[in-house]
């Protein structure tokens, strides 16, 4: 009975590698909504020509609006976003950094996508 309470226990365990990000002190990533912050960033960082704009590049989705980045940001840490962000899984984003690209931004993105991406 030991024996297979061990391995059920050892069963449920996550193997998964959760990302380990380190905040700047000045970084506040509580509260974040699309109209509360993260909209700027989107609009500054992906949302620009030859990106996620209508008509954007490569078959890109446009992010200018909340409807068109909320079933990109939904799902918490399977969000393609996310997976974006984190993995570059399937694509590495941002594949080119705009000017003021850094680390609060990503951390923001992030928390927010998994807060549920409030609008």
Not at 25 to 54: E, F, K, M, R, W
Request: glycine content about 10%.
């Amino acid at each position: 009975m030991v024996a297979f309470t061990a391995m059920v226990i050892s069963s449920c365990e996550s193997k998964e590698a959760l990302p380990v990000i380190a905040l700047p002190s000045n970084c506040d990533t509580t509260h974040l909504t699309y109209n509360g912050g993260i909209d700027s960033i989107i609009n500054t960082q992906c949302a620009v020509s030859g990106c996620h704009v209508p008509r954007g590049g490569a078959g890109a989705a446009s992010f200018t609006t909340y409807a068109g980045l909320s079933s990109y940001a939904s799902g918490g840490k399977s969000a393609q976003i996310y997976t974006c962000l984190m993995y570059g899984n399937p694509y590495r984003m941002p594949n080119v950094a705009q000017p003021g690209w850094n680390t609060c931004d990503l951390d923001k993105i992030t928390q927010w996508v998994l807060d549920g991406a409030p609008q």
